[in-house]
């Protein structure tokens, strides 16, 4: 058998355990890491085999399973075993900025929010695919790709590009997508149904069930006829004009405004004549030609006049975009 191999040394629970196990399969076999290399006609040295089984870093998975056919285990165990250390070690790794005493409430705290019945937006939803491809051992987008499988026209159910892009945050997921991502994963038909649902009761709460994104959802609802009282109720003590009440009543319906909307420019100090300003309908112009040169260097190259634009808000003053960014809310400084 040789000599003796040194102590495990892992840095957590899981890994540790992962290569007692895999000793206590070659000693069960009595064979040493040089037998094995050559069992496995040399596709990993035994210098490898020997770093598998030392506990300093997960081994792949790959690795694993040779090292357990070298030896006639099971693979089974050894895949559920490897798949909680990896779980195990990303999250030693996530939770290092995290106070230690505080470390095992946000892993139980994790673990929750990563429960279909709890999900309510998609940005949860994201996170808790990124948790579920953790448990699994962190498979790579291609083999994600590849378990997923194809539609009967040949292109693939999950994509690679755009699940990198989902993982992101880039774009919400598809239903198509999720289901495919959950099958990757192995999950059961009743689990797979359960983040199907999932994803319905978040596309009914956000009212978004398209690939293309809806600026226009995110503006206030117009409350017709209700306007002109909450805008003198809101700015009451700023007198407001008639024309400003008229302007308001003549905008189009997603530019009205709600009574929280004026909650939150008061609480601003913005008076009637700045809402008056931003309320406006706003020209988009579009790309614009460029002036004419100024002249040309004396290698010939062109000297650039550059177009100046006029500033839309006084020096000095905040400006807030919305996420659609319809509007410019230009917030007064306060002194």
């Known amino acids: 058998m040789g000599r003796h191999e040194r102590a495990v040394a892992a840095h957590v629970k899981q890994a540790g355990t992962l290569a007692l196990w895999l000793r206590a399969q070659r000693q069960r076999a009595g064979c040493t890491y040089a037998a094995m290399s050559?069992?496995?006609?040399?596709?990993?040295?035994?210098?490898?085999?020997?770093?598998?089984?030392?506990?300093?870093?997960?081994p792949s998975h790959e690795l694993v399973l040779a090292y357990v056919q070298a030896c006639g285990g099971n693979q089974k165990h050894a895949t559920r075993l490897w798949k909680e250390a990896r779980w195990a070690e990303e999250e030693h790794k996530r939770r290092q900025g995290t106070p230690h005493d505080f470390r095992d409430l946000a892993a139980k705290v994790g673990r929750a929010l990563a429960h279909p019945e709890v999900i309510e937006n998609f940005g949860q939803l994201r996170r808790a695919m990124i948790q579920l491809r953790a448990r699994e051992g962190q498979?790579?987008?291609?083999?994600?790709?590849?378990?997923?499988?194809?539609?009967?026209?040949?292109?693939?159910?999950?994509?690679?590009?755009?699940?990198?892009?989902?993982?992101?945050?880039?774009?919400?997921p598809l239903r198509d997508h999720l289901t495919a991502f959950m099958t990757a994963l192995g999950m059961s038909a009743r689990k797979v149904e359960e983040w199907e649902l999932a994803w319905d009761r978040i596309?009914?709460?956000?009212?978004?069930?398209?690939r293309r994104s809806q600026p226009d959802r995110y503006l206030p609802k117009a409350r017709p006829g209700r306007l002109p009282y909450l805008l003198y109720r809101a700015f009451r003590s700023s007198d407001p004009d008639p024309p400003l009440m008229a302007m308001l009543a003549s905008l189009p319906e997603r530019f009205a405004m709600t009574e929280s909307d004026l909650v939150y420019l008061k609480s601003h100090s913005i008076p009637p004549?700045?809402?008056?300003?931003?309320?406006?309908?706003?020209?988009?112009?579009?790309?614009?030609?460029?002036?004419?040169?100024?002249?040309?260097?004396?290698?010939?190259?062109?000297?650039?006049?550059?177009?100046?634009?006029?500033?839309?808000?006084?020096?000095?003053?905040?400006?807030?975009?919305?996420?659609?960014?319809?509007?410019?809310?230009?917030?007064?400084?306060?002194?």
């Open 38 to 58: 050559e069992t496995l006609n040399h596709r990993y040295s035994a210098s490898m085999l020997s770093r598998a089984a030392s506990g300093r870093l997960v």
């Open 139 to 172: 498979p790579s987008l291609g083999t994600l790709q590849a378990r997923a499988g194809r539609k009967p026209c040949g292109t693939h159910r999950l994509p690679k590009s755009s699940l990198s892009a989902i993982l992101r945050g880039e774009t919400p």
């Open 203 to 210: 596309v009914a709460n956000e009212g978004r069930g398209t």
């Open 273 to 335: 004549r700045t809402l008056q300003e931003l309320l406006l309908p706003r020209t988009w112009s579009g790309p614009q030609q460029p002036n004419p040169q100024a002249g040309v260097t004396r290698s010939g190259l062109p000297i650039r006049n550059p177009r100046r634009y006029n500033a839309r808000t006084p020096p000095r003053t905040h400006v807030v975009r919305t996420r659609s960014e319809p509007l410019d809310i230009p917030l007064l400084t306060l002194t």
